[in-house]
C-alpha cells in the first residue's frame, strides 16, 4: 500500500455518505414522531374533524384511504399475478409481444405521479365515466364525475409494476423441480402453473400487494382531480362518492389553511399516522420478502 | 429453456381449458401494453388542441408557449410571463422550465453524490452486517410518501434554511431541490449498489493481488465496471425528480419567477398542473396548455426510462462478458 492515508480517507469520506443518510432519514422521522406523537390519541384516529380541522380526528380520511387501497387491490391483484405469471411462465422470451410487454410495465414504473392524474381525469371519469352516464343513466352526471372508483383505478395503473415485479421474482424463486414434477404426473401446464407453481409464490403475492397498498397510501398526485376530496359530511357508501384522503388531507391542511398555526399540531398526528401506516406495511413487505429469500434458498 | 420443452411435448393433445387459460394470461399481457398506449393516447388527446385547435390559438399559440414575448414595457421588457389566470391570459412555458431545472439540478448536485459515495461503502468496505442493514434502511427512505417529504420541507426544513442562512424568501428552490433529493437518493443508491455488488469478486481479487488497495480497487475496478448501472441510477433519479409533484408543490413557493435566484421561489411543470388543473374550465385553452404540460412531462420521462434501461442492459452484457 503505496498511500495508506488515501485508502483511510475514502474508506471515511464514503462513510460519512452513509452516515449523513441514515442522519437525515432520522431527523424526517424523528422530527415528525416528536411533534406528532402527544396528538395521536383513539379519539383522534376514531372521530371526525372538527372546527375547521383545529378539534377532532382523522377518521375520514383513515377511512377513505383504506376504501381506495381496497378497492385497488381488488382491481390490481388479478391482473398483476397475471401479467408476472406471464412473463415468468408463459412468455417465449425471444418474442416481440414479450419485449413489448417488458417495454411497457418498464415505463408504466416511470411515468410520474402527476400524469397518472392527468390520465385519471381524461381517460376514467371523461371517457369510461361519461361513457357510462351516457349507456346507462341516460346521460345524467352519475359517474361521470371524480369519485371513489375512478381514484382506485387509477391507483391500481399506477402499482400494476410494483405487484408485477415482485410476484414475478417469486415465481422465479419456485424451483424448476416443482414444475418438472408436476408434469411428470401428467399435469397440464395451466395445471402445473396454478397448483404447482402460485401457492409456493403466494409470499411474492403478498409482497407485491403491501407494496402496491403502501405506495397507494403515500400518493397524492394521482388523485388530485380524481375524486379527493377536503371535507365531507358523510363517509363515502357508493362507489361513485367522492372521498376523503390523509395524504390529500396533508397536502390541503397544510397548504391551504387560513390558520396554519392553529391546525399545525393536529397536522404532525396526521403526517405521523400516515408514515405509520406506510412504514409499517413496508416493514411487513420486508419480513415477507425476507422469509422468502430464506425459504428459496433452502428449497435448492 | 427446459419449461418450453415439456409442455410442448405434453401439448399434442391440448385441452381446450389449458388454451382458454393460456389465452387468458396473454390477454392480461396485452393489457399493460394497452395500458401505456391508453396514456399516451388519453393524455395527448387534451393536449392535441394546442396544437389545432383555431379556438385555443385565440388565447394561447406554441410560439407563444416557447418564444419570447412582448409583455412588459420598453424599459422594463417581460419575454416570459406565465399568467393563464389574468384579463389577458399569458401562457409562456419558459418559467416553468427554467423552475423545473432549477430544482431538479439542486437535487441530483445534493443526491448523486451521497448515493454514490454510499453505495461504494456499502459494498466495497462495509462489513457484511453493516451492508445487511443500510440496504433496507435506505428502503425505508424510499418508502416516505412524497406528501410527507414536502411537509417536512414546508414547515421544518424551510425554517432552518432561511434562519441559518439568512434567505429573503422561506420557500425557495433550495428548499425544494433538498427535499427532492431525498426522494432520490434511495433510487441512484438502490441501482449504484445493484450495479457494483454485480462486479465480479474475481475482478477485485486480481486487482488485490496486483498490490492495489482497497481504495484503488474501488476507484479503478470496481467503479469503472460498474459505470452504466451507476449512469442508469442518475437517469432514472433524474426521470424521477423531474416529475414529482408534492414535493415541490408544497415546498418551493410556486412563483412562476425567470430568474437564475436558487433562493428565490420557483414554479415547476409538475406543480403547475397540480395547482392550476383543479380550478380549470374543463375544455378551455388553460385546461388544454396544462394537458399538453403533462404530455412534455410524459416524454421526458418515457424517454430517461428509456435510457436507463439501455443502461443497465449495457452493464449487464458487459459484466456477463467479464465472468466468462
Known sequence: MRWPWLDRSAVLLTALAVLLIVAMLGVVLGSIAYHGWERVTWEFLTAAPRAGMTEGGVFPAIFGTVLLVLLMTVFVGPLGVCVAIYFSEYADRESWFYRWTRQAVNNLAGVPSIVFGLFGLGFFVQFVGRGVDLAFFGGQLTYGQPALIWAALTMAVLTLPVVIVSVEEALRAVPQSYRDASYALGATKSQTVFRAVLPHAFSGVLTGGILAVSRAAGEVAPILFVGAAYFLPHLPTRLNDQFMELGYHIYVLSTQSPDVEATKPLLHATVLVLLALTFLLNLAAIAVRARLRVAARSAR | ?324
Open chain 2, 1 to 324: 429453456m427446459s419449461t418450453t420443452v415439456i409442455s410442448a411435448a405434453a401439448s399434442p393433445p391440448r385441452p381446450w381449458r389449458d388454451w382458454l387459460v393460456q389465452r387468458f394470461i396473454y390477454a392480461s399481457a396485452l393489457v399493460a401494453i394497452a395500458l401505456i398506449l391508453l396514456i399516451f393516447v388519453f393524455v395527448g388527446r387534451e393536449a392535441l388542441p394546442v396544437l389545432t385547435s383555431a379556438a385555443v390559438h385565440e388565447e394561447v399559440t406554441l410560439e407563444q408557449l416557447l418564444l419570447p414575448q412582448n409583455y412588459g414595457t420598453e424599459e422594463v421588457p417581460l419575454p416570459y410571463v406565465w399568467q393563464p389566470v389574468s384579463a389577458k391570459p399569458k401562457y409562456s412555458l419558459m418559467p416553468l422550465f427554467l423552475g423545473t431545472l432549477k430544482v431538479t439540478l439542486i437535487a441530483m448536485l445534493f443526491a448523486t453524490p451521497l448515493a454514490v459515495l454510499a453505495a461504494v461503502y456499502t459494498t466495497e468496505f462495509a462489513p457484511r452486517w453493516l451492508r445487511e442493514t443500510v440496504k433496507p434502511v435506505v428502503e425505508l427512505l424510499a418508502g416516505i410518501p412524497s406528501v410527507v417529504l414536502g411537509f417536512f420541507a414546508l414547515i421544518l426544513l424551510a425554517t432552518w434554511l432561511q434562519d441559518t442562512f439568512g434567505l429573503d424568501y422561506r420557500l425557495n428552490a433550495i428548499n425544494a431541490g433538498l427535499a427532492l433529493g431525498l426522494a432520490v437518493i434511495p433510487i441512484i443508491y438502490t441501482l449504484a449498489e445493484d450495479a457494483l455488488t454485480a462486479v465480479p469478486d474475481s475482478l477485485r481479487r486480481a486487482s488485490s493481488a496486483l498490490g492495489a488497495s482497497r481504495w484503488q480497487t474501488a476507484q479503478r475496478v470496481a467503479l469503472p465496471a460498474a459505470l452504466p448501472g451507476i449512469f442508469a441510477g442518475i437517469v432514472l433519479g433524474f426521470g424521477r425528480a423531474i416529475g414529482e409533484t408534492m414535493i415541490v408543490l408544497m415546498a418551493s413557493g410556486n412563483a412562476a419567477i425567470t430568474s437564475w435566484d436558487f433562493a428565490e421561489p420557483v414554479r415547476t411543470l409538475s406543480a403547475t398542473i397540480a395547482a392550476e388543473l383543479a380550478e380549470v374550465v374543463f375544455g378551455s385553452p388553460h385546461y388544454h396548455v396544462l394537458f399538453f404540460i403533462g404530455t412534455l412531462l410524459f416524454a421526458v420521462t418515457f424517454v430517461l426510462n428509456w435510457l436507463g434501461a439501455r443502461m443497465v442492459g449495457r452493464l449487464r452484457a458487459r459484466l456477463t462478458g467479464a465472468t466468462q
